[in-house]
């Protein structure tokens, strides 16, 4: 699976983004997806997760109640809704596949792979 994340940009604090990630093959709808974020200097971490199916979700506390995961398999496509960005939120952000079809959701990096090329979202206080 090839992915290919868009969406990012310079935003204000307080602003809405929507990421997007869509996929290559057929295999899409099978496995989990994440959103992670690396900052310049910091290791990469996890943002949130959805399950193949959609019905599953997880988020990093930092947020929590502020972003939303959402998939589209009929468009092989996986969203990130951001609203209410601050600065802390500057970073690369991926979006990855889980290494296995099928199981539950989890925040760890090394539990997915075929990691896309990461879109930029700076937030300006």
């Known amino acids: 699976v090839q992915l290919q994340a868009s969406g990012g940009g310079l935003v204000q604090a307080g602003d809405t983004l929507r990421l997007s990630c869509a996929a290559s093959?057929?295999?899409?709808?099978?496995?989990?997806m994440g959103w992670f974020r690396q900052a310049p200097g910091k290791e990469r971490e996890f943002v949130a997760a959805i399950s193949w199916r959609g019905g599953s979700t997880g988020y990093a506390d930092s947020v929590k109640g502020r972003f939303t995961i959402s998939r589209d398999n009929a468009k092989n496509t996986v969203y990130l809704q951001m609203s209410g960005l601050k600065p802390e939120d500057t970073a690369v952000y991926y979006c990855?596949?889980?290494?296995?079809?099928?199981?539950?959701?989890?925040?760890?990096?090394?539990?997915?792979?075929?990691w896309g090329q990461g879109t930029q979202v700076t937030v300006s206080s």
């Open positions: 093959g057929s295999t899409f709808s099978m496995y989990a």
């Open positions: 990855a596949k889980a290494r296995r079809p099928g199981v539950a959701i989890t925040p760890l990096v090394h539990d997915f792979e075929d």
